[in-house]
T-cell receptor, first 115, second 108 residues
Framework: DSGVTQTPKHLITATGQRVTLRCSPR?????VYWYQQSLDQGLQFLIQ???????AKGNILERFSAQQFPDLHSELNLSSLELGDSALYFC??????????????FGPGTRLLVL | AQRVTQPEKLLSVFKGAPVELKCNYS??????LFWYVQYSRQRLQLLLR??SRESIKGFTADLNKGETSFHLKKPFAQEEDSAMYYC??????????FGTGTRLKVLA
């Protein structure tokens, strides 16, 4: 599959714990975007990385952090987890950096359940 | 505040009927607007964008700055159009805002 991949597919953990979600962009894409989709909030843009650098920041909590590695894969770290962090986390990628001009290609998502 | 509103959670139409999925936005600058679609068991994907003024799968969307709307339209709905549709706005260079989505059901 040459599309965006995300691991794991499902994650169940407890409040207070820390998890790491992983995303591999499409071949050739330099931008990675992270989104959170919860029932009451819809799809929320969290953060964008372009070629290893943070490019844009949305509604990302201080308990959450992300990074993009030299091989362009990205990780989203969620710490001190709360029940309200239960959501579907999507990763997307695009060739360039412009939010206005680029087509984003989405991964299948990671479903996180915090108990 | 910058916001994208999709007032309908669910829209049901009969096959062959016209479809209009509503999207209103609140943004003080010059917006770039998009429609995304998610078919059952598939990934979220771009359907069309305002800037390219294209028609994809028979769908069109016109930006109305006076009414701050970007409604998605199709003259004759098909069963395969059944999906979740999201309106999104690129806010300047640094933010991307999605609406809460409208589920379209096309009935046979």
């Amino acid at each position: 599959d040459s599309g965006v991949t995300q691991t794991p597919k499902h994650l169940i953990t407890a409040t207070g714990q820390r998890v790491t979600l992983r995303c591999s962009p499409r071949s050739g894409d330099l931008s990675v975007y992270w989104y959170q989709q919860s029932l009451d909030q819809g799809l929320q843009f969290l953060i964008q990385y372009y070629n290893g650098e943070e490019r844009a920041k949305g509604n990302i909590l201080e308990r959450f952090s992300a990074q993009q590695f030299p091989d362009l894969h990205s990780e989203l770290n969620l710490s001190s987890l709360e029940l309200g962090d239960s959501a579907l986390y999507f990763c997307a990628s695009s060739v360039g950096a412009s939010l206005r001009e680029e087509t984003q290609y989405f991964g299948p998502g990671t479903r996180l359940l915090v108990l | 505040a910058q916001r994208v509103t999709q007032p309908e959670k669910l829209l049901s139409v009969f096959k062959g009927a016209p479809v209009e999925l509503k999207c209103n936005y609140s943004y003080s600058g010059s917006p770039e607007l998009f429609w995304y679609v998610q078919y059952s068991r598939q990934r979220l994907q771009l359907l069309l964008r305002h800037i390219s003024r294209e028609s994809i799968k028979g769908f069109t969307a016109d930006l109305n700055k006076g009414e701050t709307s970007f409604h998605l339209k199709k003259p004759f709905a098909q069963e395969e159009d059944s999906a979740m549709y999201y309106c999104a706005l690129a806010s300047g260079t640094y933010k991307y805002i999605f609406g809460t989505g409208t589920r379209l059901k096309v009935l046979a």
